[in-house]
């Protein structure tokens, strides 16, 4: 089915999976996907199956971008919510990888007015704007199940478009993350490693944004200038400058977890 520079991204997408899982980003449901290297037309997303018990090609479809459909409609099926990734596929140019999660430490910044913002560096990318929040609810036609589901181009399409581009590029999203009403978030990477760190460190900054409202609230007015510091623009840009060409660093860490700590679990079929 597929070459060997194909299978090499494809074993990166197994670990990828067992990565998401390991840090709790993805649990029973959640997926991440890959655009086709050799067929910008195309990506790779799992069959219908928890993301730490893919392993094998055989657990992998391809589906094309234009319409999520499989390009081979005689394998297992894959996710229902496969449109959230052919439409962003679909909007920017320049992503190639896609993650969507129900992380339970992001979700409250789903359904509140609280902004979810870069609050230390390695999140930086998040930057000082706040990120989207796509409310599905607005896009519901009648005789839509309203089960939250991305279950269609025209929903995955309004996705897509509630992400912030900014007035440099309009091929990659700014920030690289949309949150989703009471269910959870989309996250988009120029790759798979990135996509992954993407969704990690949004992860972990909605963790420490909460414990800093919890604090802030028990205990306020105690100090000078009280009240939360976000990193500022271009703290936000400088940091994800800085940071953006060593995510080979954690990668190289998390990929070695699953493989080492995981044992037992995860299995890529696909690891030599
Ligand atoms: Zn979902």
């Given at each position: 089915?597929v070459?060997?520079?194909?299978t ?7 670990t990828a ?5 390991y840090?709790?980003v993805?649990h029973?449901y ?6 086709n290297?050799?067929n910008a037309?195309?990506f790779f ?10 392993s ?5 479809n391809?589906?094309n ?6 390009t081979?409609p ?6 229902v919510?496969?449109f959230?990734h ?8 320049d992503v190639n ?22 609050v230390?560096?390695?999140?930086g990318f998040?930057?000082d704007?706040?990120v ?5 609810a ?8 309203q089960?939250?589901l ?5 929903l995955?399409?309004a ?8 007035s440099?590029?309009n091929s990659?999203p700014?920030?690289?993350a949309v949150?989703?009403r009471?269910?959870g978030?989309?996250?988009a ?11 990690i460190?949004t992860?972990?900054?909605?963790e420490?944004q ?10 306020p007015?105690?100090g000078e200038?009280?009240?939360?510091r ?10 994800w400058?800085?940071n953006?060409p060593?995510?080979?660093r954690?990668w190289?860490?998390?990929q070695?977890?699953v ?6 679990l995860y299995?890529?079929?696909?690891e030599?």
């Amino acid at each position: 089915m597929v070459s060997a520079n194909a299978t090499s991204i494809l074993s990166t997408l197994i670990t990828a999976n067992h990565v998401l899982h390991y840090h709790s980003v993805l649990h029973a449901y959640g997926h991440i996907s890959v655009r086709n290297p050799e067929n910008a037309s195309t990506f790779f997303f799992a069959r219908t199956l928890a993301p730490a018990l893919i392993s094998s090609t055989e657990d992998i479809n391809e589906l094309n971008v234009a319409d999520a459909s499989q390009t081979d409609p005689t394998r297992p099926r894959s996710f229902v919510e496969r449109f959230i990734h052919s439409e962003i596929y679909k909007r920017f140019e320049d992503v190639n990888s896609v993650v969507h999660s129900h992380s339970p430490q992001v979700l409250p910044y789903t359904i509140t007015d609280v902004p979810l913002k870069a609050v230390y560096h390695l999140p930086g990318f998040l930057g000082d704007q706040g990120v989207p929040n796509f409310d599905i609810a607005e896009f519901y036609e009648p005789g839509d199940q309203q089960d939250l589901l991305v279950s269609n181009t025209r929903l995955g399409a309004a996705l897509a478009n509630t992400f912030n581009v900014n007035s440099t590029t309009n091929s990659f999203p700014d920030p690289p993350a949309v949150l989703m009403r009471g269910h959870g978030l989309a996250v988009a990477g120029e790759t798979i490693e990135q996509a992954v760190f993407f969704s990690i460190y949004t992860q972990s900054n909605a963790e420490i944004q909460s414990s800093a409202i919890e604090l802030e609230h028990a205990f306020p007015n105690t100090g000078e200038g009280s009240g939360l510091r976000y990193l500022t623009a271009q703290e936000g840009i400088d940091s994800w400058a800085t940071n953006k060409p060593l995510i080979i660093r954690p990668w190289e860490l998390w990929q070695r977890e699953v493989q080492t700590v995981g044992q037992g679990l995860y299995v890529n079929g696909l690891e030599h």
